[in-house]
């Protein structure tokens, strides 16, 4: 099982800052910069850490706006960002003060009873926090006074984050031990929420509404081949009214969370249509949570030989990267091979899962060094002196050296590590620390 991080979600009305905050938190300079409305990102959620404690943190920054009902919209986004988090951080701009759409965040965070940290942003200078300290209006408690732009006061705000924070997220919300975790993703349309009738059939039962507010995923356990697997917030594919109505936002940002919670992702794909950009990017996002991942392909009822063969030719194209993961063609309409699908999830989660003794690798690497030595660089040979499997779920390995690889024998140490082990469904890390 992976270790969880609890998550923080950010939120704040549009233009006070909380790009730049999220930068600052996670430091790195990874996240838009601006927050302009119309901005939408494809990333939202982050690792970041502090102090030796590691987080989530779930930017709402990408929340595109329009003038009517603003402040309503704000509040049903913060809402869904909310509903999923362990702790938020309220983020509003001192120099403005109080607004409508502030105080519609408000009533939110209320209801939802999660500890909230609230920044005064753009509190540039001293001669701003008397401003700051007006934000004790909101009743929320203390008013961290920050600049995100300069890095003032953020290092309070982040002891008073990880106060917020729960050692461990809520015990319900990712048990260990538990039932494998599922994850049905895709884009809008590509037969997720068909996938999931026809899988759960009749004997679907509803697990928790984690706290009682309407917002928090609902999971189902459903029985396949006599096992019992927990899908993860289904009620996002049961439930379609926000997603079919709401913006392309709130599917990215529920896709991420599902995602975030699952140990293994079912990525449907419409094998009807030319795989598209969209396509390519949950599978990335799979990818870089380090979740296992199984592809199908859906829809097969509406191919025929000359479809199969484009998309024969745009899997080679475009899913090759993803070669790793086992795929099945299936249709949920007809039920075609859907009762494969659970082979393919526990093989993806048995390669999540696969440990290599120090023993067998260092075996293996040292078989590798002989066969393929690094290439000599200005005069020198860099050598790996020794590799370990960090952790597993997934496979992440240290390799020690004597000096840096090029990136080239690293991908090819990788390659070898798959040829060798397997991995299959699996994403794979390699980290190289240098001795220089
Ligand atoms: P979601 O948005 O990914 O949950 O997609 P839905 O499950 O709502 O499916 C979108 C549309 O595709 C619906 O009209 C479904 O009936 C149809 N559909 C889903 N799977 C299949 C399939 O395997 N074959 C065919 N022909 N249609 C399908």
Not at 136 to 160: F, K
Not at 199 to 221: C, F, H, I, W
Not at 393 to 415: A, I, N
């Amino acid at each position: 099982m992976t270790e969880t991080k609890p998550v923080l979600a950010v939120v704040g009305r549009p233009n006070v800052g909380k790009s730049l905050m999220v930068n600052r938190i996670i430091g790195r300079r990874e996240a838009v910069v601006q927050d302009l409305p119309g901005v939408t990102r494809d990333r939202v959620s982050y690792d970041a850490s502090w102090n030796g404690r590691d987080f989530i943190i779930v930017d709402t920054g990408g929340w595109v706006s329009d003038a009517d009902g603003m402040a309503a919209r704000i509040a049903e986004q913060a809402e869904l960002a909310i509903g999923a988090a362990d702790a938020v951080l309220f983020v509003v701009d001192a120099t403005v003060g109080i607004t409508d759409e502030d105080e519609a965040v408000v009533r939110v965070l209320r209801r939802s009873g999660k500890p909230v940290v609230l920044a005064a942003n753009k509190v540039d200078d001293q001669r701003l926090e008397a401003e700051a300290a007006a934000m004790w209006n909101l009743g929320l408690g203390e008013p961290y006074p920050v600049s995100a732009l300069h890095g003032r006061g953020s290092g309070d705000l982040l002891d008073a984050i990880l106060t917020a924070l729960p050692e461990a997220p809520s015990a319900n919300y990712e048990e260990v031990g538990g039932p494998r975790r599922v994850a049905i993703v895709g884009k809008p349309n590509v037969g997720k929420s068909s996938l999931l009738n026809k899988l759960s059939g009749q004997q679907r039962s509803v697990v928790d509404n984690a706290s009682g507010t309407t917002v928090d995923p609902v999971d189902e356990l459903v029985e396949l081949g006599g096992e019992v697997y927990r899908f993860i917030d289904t009620a996002g594919l049961r439930r379609r009214v926000k997603e079919a109505s709401g913006h392309e936002y709130y599917a990215s940002l529920r896709t991420q969370q599902a995602i975030e919670r699952a140990e293994v992702c079912v990525v449907v794909i419409d094998a009807a249509e030319t795989i598209s950009d969209q396509d390519l990017k949950i599978l990335t996002m799979v990818e870089e949570a380090g979740k296992a991942m199984v592809i199908a392909y859906n829809k097969w009822d509406l191919t025929d030989d000359e479809r199969r063969r484009y998309l024969e030719r745009e899997i080679e194209r475009d899913i090759h990267a993803f070669g790793w993961a086992p795929h099945v063609n299936i249709s949920a309409l007809t039920g075609r091979n859907v009762d494969k699908l659970k082979k393919a999830i526990d093989a993806a989660l048995e390669g999540w899962e696969t440990r290599v003794s120090t023993g067998q690798l260092n075996s293996f690497l040292g078989r590798v060094a002989a066969a393929h030595p690094h290439p000599v660089r200005s005069g020198k040979q860099p050598r790996i002196l020794f590799g370990t499997q960090a952790q597993n779920c997934p496979p992440t390995f240290v390799l020690f050296t004597s000096g840096r690889l090029d990136p080239q024998y690293e991908r090819f140490v990788e390659r070898r590590l798959r040829e060798e082990f397997g991995f299959v469904g699996s994403p794979v890390a390699v980290e190289v620390r240098a001795r220089e």
